[in-house]
T-cell receptor
Framework: DVKVTQSSRYLVKRTGEKVFLECVQD?????MFWYRQDPGLGLRLIYF???????EKGDIPEGYSVSREKKERFSLILESASTNQTSMYLC?????????????FGNGTRLTVT | GENVEQHPSTLSVQEGDSAVIKCTYS??????FPWYKQELGKGPQLIID?????GEKKDQRIAVTLNKTAKHFSLHITETQPEDSAVYFC???????????FGTGTRLKVLA
């Protein structure tokens, strides 16, 4: 079974802090994704990566960056956290393109920025 | 831009009754439509999907139907059970792209 592990279940950070959200998958999947989940807005794609060191912007990349130095690890970085980045963050991976293989999600990191 | 509308946002049914969740997509190029179920405290998990060359697909108590002309697709759950209580998301994607467009989610409550 595919396992996508997000390092923290809950995080509380202060405005202006640099925040790192870590995600690791154990199935040698090519693609990894970061989504943000907010009530009434569904899941919105922040960034994705289709190969090591490759990254593409999603629909809401502003205020975020990502890093993929190794195939199994995909990090989301909030350069200077703001209160409007308080949200649930979901990492996902897929073996092939999402059209051909399903997304496997981690259990999420609930980030609160005060 | 492309979007997927999902209704209703909340749905309560009695155990044993059926539940239907509907989605409408805007991009006529979309050709793959998965449904994800998110249980409390967990990430979403794929439960069923349908491609544009098929009108209906069934897996035990769940089924999905697709009307390409109207750009509608629906999730049908029969004989609902308490463990069906969760948030359900529909999504649409076009082959060759990496971006799902997700609906806003439906919170299903199955009342015992």
């Amino acid at each position: 079974d595919v396992k996508v592990t997000q390092s923290s279940r809950y995080l509380v950070k202060r405005t202006g802090e640099k925040v790192f959200l870590e995600c690791v998958q154990d199935m040698d999947h090519e693609n990894m994704f970061w989504y943000r989940q907010d009530p009434g807005l569904g899941l919105r794609l922040i960034y994705f990566s289709y190969d090591v060191k490759m990254k593409e912007k999603g629909d809401i990349p502003e205020g975020y960056s990502v890093s993929r130095e190794k195939k199994e690890r995909f990090s989301l970085i909030l350069e200077s956290a703001s209160t409007n980045q308080t949200s649930m963050y979901l990492c996902a991976s897929s073996r092939d393109s999402p059209y051909n293989s399903p997304l496997h999600f981690g259990n999420g990191t609930r980030l609160t920025v005060t | 831009g492309e979007n997927v509308e999902q209704h209703p946002s909340t749905l309560s049914v009695q155990e044993g009754d059926s539940a239907v969740i509907k989605c409408t997509y805007s991009d006529s190029a979309s050709n793959y439509f998965p449904w994800y179920k998110q249980e409390l405290g967990k990430g979403p998990q794929l439960i069923i999907d349908i491609r544009s060359n098929v009108g209906e697909k069934k897996d035990q108590r769940i089924a999905v139907t697709l009307n390409k002309t109207a750009k509608h697709f629906s999730l049908h759950i029969t004989e609902t059970q308490p463990e069906d209580s969760a948030v359900y998301f529909c999504a649409a994607i076009t082959s060759g792209t990496y971006k799902y467009i997700f609906g806003t989610g439906t919170r299903l409550k199955v009342l015992a």
